[in-house]
Every structure is written in C-alpha cells, then in structure tokens.
C-alpha cells in the first residue's frame, strides 16, 4: 500500500500533537512489511508522516519539488529533511530548478499520481496560495486517488 501525505505546516503544539496521533492510527492500519509512504518531506506533517511509517516498519520515498527545495525549508528542519531523505528507499524529482508554488504543486500531483490513498492534514479550508493543502486534495479527489482527512475537532491553524 503507497500512501501519500498532504498537510498544513506551521501548526501549534497541541494541534501537532493530535495530528501525529492520527497519524499513527491511520497508519497502523497497514501492514508494516506492506507499507511504503510517499512525501515531500517538509517540516510539519510530512515529516511526522514519513518519521512514523519509518518506525512501523514501512519503507519512505521521497518527491523533491525543485531543486532548491530543501533551500525553502526553516533552517531548523535541514537536518530531519537530510536524515529523511539518506533513509529514502527511492526519490522522485520534479527537475524543476526553483522551489515555487509551482513546484510545489508539480511535486504533490507527482505524489498524488504515485500512491494508492493521500492522508490530508487539513482543516477543510481553502488553500492560502497555491499549491496548498486544498489544491493538493482537489488535485487527488479530481484524478481518483480517495484522500483520508485528520484534523482534530476544534483544533485551529494559527
């Protein structure tokens, strides 16, 4: 089973909290030895996403949307994005050179189009630029790939 991950980044402490809990019961659904999740590795739920199926067993690739991706990322995650990306079984490049929306969107249809279901870590809301969590959703819905939705009840963004 390929599983895909789409998410808000920035969230507060307890909201990540949550999350990280439904992530992990998503994903002990899955047998470890069948599972293999498929992220962009950026800070917030991709990388909790790619950190829990590593620990259930499962196997990681990773999609990197440009190359100066990793460059866009907060300082503070170049090493968790590193580690993530040595211990990728596989990974995927757009070719694209800057790290844009449009990379960024490119990178997450590539996702999308790879794995059999998405996890959504969204509130349900519009996307704030494009490229964002609800592009990414409509992307999947639009093309067939169904997208599980964790958002804990009454947790809010900022």
């Known amino acids: 089973m390929r599983l895909g991950i789409t998410g808000h980044r920035g969230l507060p402490g307890t909201v990540e909290q949550s999350v990280r809990a439904g992530l992990v019961e998503s994903l002990r659904r899955f047998e470890p030895s069948e599972l293999c999740g498929v992220s962009c590795l950026a800070d917030g739920p991709d990388a909790w996403f790619a950190e829990i199926v590593l620990g259930l067993g499962g196997c990681v690739e990773a999609v990197v949307p440009a190359e100066r991706y990793r460059d866009g990322?907060?300082?503070?995650?170049?090493?968790?994005?590193?580690?993530?990306?040595?211990?990728?079984?596989?990974?995927?490049?757009?070719?694209?050179?800057?790290?844009?929306?449009?990379?960024?969107?490119?990178?997450?249809?590539?996702?999308?189009?790879?794995?059999?279901?998405?996890?959504?870590?969204?509130?349900?809301?519009?996307?704030?630029?494009?490229?964002?969590?609800?592009?990414?959703?409509?992307?999947?819905?639009?093309?067939?790939?169904?997208?599980?939705?964790?958002?804990?009840e009454g947790a809010v963004r900022d």
């Not at 996890?119 to 494009?130: E, H, S, T």
């Open 73 to 152: 990322l907060p300082e503070e995650h170049h090493a968790v994005y590193d580690a993530l990306l040595r211990r990728a079984v596989d990974v995927h490049e757009t070719g694209l050179r800057n790290s844009s929306s449009e990379a960024h969107m490119a990178g997450s249809e590539m996702l999308v189009d790879m794995v059999d279901r998405v996890l959504a870590v969204w509130d349900g809301k519009p996307a704030r630029g494009f490229g964002g969590t609800a592009d990414v959703v409509a992307y999947a819905r639009r093309v067939g790939v169904p997208v599980d939705v964790i958002w804990p």
